[in-house]
């Protein structure tokens, strides 16, 4: 079946633009997860969205970072005014669920952004 | 708040040597333990789970056992190859709070 996508692949923009990064999860999960992921570096937690439950945006760095999910499709990444710090790759991840029962993500192939 | 801690890379084998990644956590409960891998260009794939404390997850010749008196989950492969060469996170799930750790770059040398 269809795993997890993300576009564009690639983003290239100047400092200062806003950026709209997608998710499209796998069918049927529930729970969807946006991670940042810099040169060389771990998995730094940015959002999560589970079912019509509100999100945790802890782990958004700044207000300049935002992101919205349909039901349980589509999610978007925005970035307002970006900064060259934000050049990253941006992972998304999907799941059945979270809750009692802890369920592995699936991972995307992530959207790599450089902010020139 | 939950935490993993992972053994600082990069890691460099020769090919067949015997492979041991360190991993620990806090956790409150009873999580889930998992191991996923990031090879060259790819995303992060998942290598291998477990979700009860003995449990062995084991996949592509690498094991680790859920030890909950040492908060251990060490990933482990007898005889590794060149294709092994990737990043190596350990991560943790409990309820909805998932938390990876800080990865651990394997490198191996034909």
Known sequence: ?116 | GNSVTQMEGPVTLSEEAFLTINCTYTATGYPSLFWYVQYPGEGLQLLLKATKADDKGSNKGFEATYRKETTSFHLEKGSVQVSDSAVYFCALSSGQNFVFGPGTRLSVLP
Request: charged share 20%; glycine share 12%; hydrophobic share 30%.
């Open chain 1, 1 to 116: 079946g269809a795993g997890v996508s993300q576009s564009p692949s690639n983003k290239v923009t100047e400092k200062g633009k806003d950026v709209e990064l997608r998710c499209d999860p796998i069918s049927g999960h529930t729970a969807l997860y946006w991670y940042r992921q810099r040169l060389g570096q771990g998995l730094e937690f940015l959002i999560y969205f589970q079912g019509n439950s509100a999100p945790d945006k802890s782990g958004l760095p700044s207000d300049r970072f935002s992101a919205e999910r349909t039901g349980e499709s589509v999610s978007t990444l925005t970035i307002q005014r970006t900064q060259q710090e934000d050049s990253a790759v941006y992972l998304c991840a999907s799941s059945f669920g979270a809750g009692v029962r802890s369920y592995e993500q699936y991972f995307g192939p992530g959207t790599r952004l450089t902010v020139t």
